[in-house]
Nanobody, 126 residues
Framework: QVRLVESGGGLVQAGGSLRLSCVAS????????MVWYRQAPGKQRELVAG???????RYADSLEDRFTVSRDNAKNAIYLQIDSLKPEDTAVYYC????????????????????WGQGTQVTVSS
């Protein structure tokens, strides 16, 4: 059984930083794309950023350069550094992974990803 476990969320003041982590365990081998989504209250879940096993990255067009995604293949882990946090970053952040390696593909469609974590809450106070 494959599990994805996120950590690193919390309550922070605007202007602060957070580093989210997600570790995949179980029979997943080296996953293909690993990604971060977020879902703000009353909004749809949206892709934030992702990275393939080969190191190709993708960021949502709407995001500023405050987000940095990285990955450690040896640990089957993906990270999301968020700097200069804003209240509008408040959301539940989910990681997801694709079992198969598909080259540099990091689609935004949620159906592409096989496994999901339970999410970690990020709350930014003004």
């Amino acid at each position: 059984q494959v599990r994805l476990v996120e950590s690193g969320g919390g309550l922070v003041q605007a202007g602060g930083s957070l580093r989210l982590s997600c570790v995949a365990s179980g029979s997943i081998g080296t996953p293909g794309a690993m990604v971060w989504y977020r879902q703000a209250p009353g909004k749809q879940r949206e892709l934030v950023a992702g990275v393939t096993s080969g190191g190709t990255t993708r960021y949502a067009d709407s995001l500023e350069d405050r987000f940095t995604v990285s990955r450690d293949n040896a640990k089957n882990a993906i990270y999301l550094q968020i700097d200069s946090l804003k209240p509008e970053d408040t959301a539940v952040y989910y990681c997801a992974a694709r079992q198969r390696r598909d080259g540099g593909k990091i689609p935004s469609g949620q159906d592409f990803y096989d496994y999901w974590g339970q999410g970690t809450q990020v709350t930014v106070s003004s």
